[in-house]
């Protein structure tokens, strides 16, 4: 299945972490384009007859669109979707994928997500969108999880953006649970503020949820360590950290794509 863009933006599979810059592209890409190149090329990996998980967010929606396309093309058959929320829920519908969830397939073939932080490590923070927990549960439960990102989504060490690194809590008393959040976090220079939405009220998850956006100044050093210590705060259902989860990370720049697979360390 070749990519439906320029052929002289030459693609490179590298297992190495230090990897080499492909071909430069004929011409200047905006961010989406470089987002759907990198969606493209993950939609490579999918065979008719696949469980996928279908990821959510700028990016992932050119994975779903493809995926519905080739579906109505005859190009696949046969897959079943599960969506990481109701917006991707929806827009897999809109598109033609016939849709399913953990409860009747736990064990899932493929997933393809975005992602708003690769470290060199892959692994990555998610959930600026608001739908870490789904993807979470989805991707965790899946053979191989395929990210597809921008070049602009590559640090050093997570939560080198300097964006959130987002957690979700429970409603109840959730002044508690963020000011246990930042005196947990204090010593990386943390602010954890909750995430607003429309009219200034709380941002509300698909699972009912609130968010709290953690803005860290310092490299957190033992990711395991900060994760099993947010995740033993109660009030805390899940963070942002995917740490060792993916496969594969699909790298769209101005240089060409780049392929990371994961490795042991
Ligand atoms: O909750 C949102 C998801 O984790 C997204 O995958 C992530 O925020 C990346 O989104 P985008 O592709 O829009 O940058």
Known sequence: MALAYDPLFITSEISAMDVAAASPPPMMLTQDELKRIAAYKAVEFVESGMVLGLGTGSTAKHAVDRIGELLRQGKLENIVGIPTSKKTQEQALSVGIPLSDLDAHPVIDLSIDGADEVDPYLNLVKGRGGSLLREKMIEGASKKFVVIVDESKMVKHIGGSKLALPVEIVPFCWRFTAEKLRELMEGYGCEAN????????????????????????????????????????????????????????????????????????
């Open 194 to 265: 909750l995430r607003l939405g429309e009219r200034g009220k709380p941002f509300v998850t698909d699972n009912g949820n609130y968010i709290v956006d953690m803005h860290l100044e310092k490299d957190m050093g033992d990711l395991r360590a900060v994760s099993d210590a947010i995740l033993r705060i109660a009030g805390v259902v899940e963070h942002g950290m995917f740490l060792d989860m993916a496969s594969t990370v699909i790298v769209a720049g101005e240089f060409g794509v780049k392929i990371k697979n994961k490795q042991s360390f």
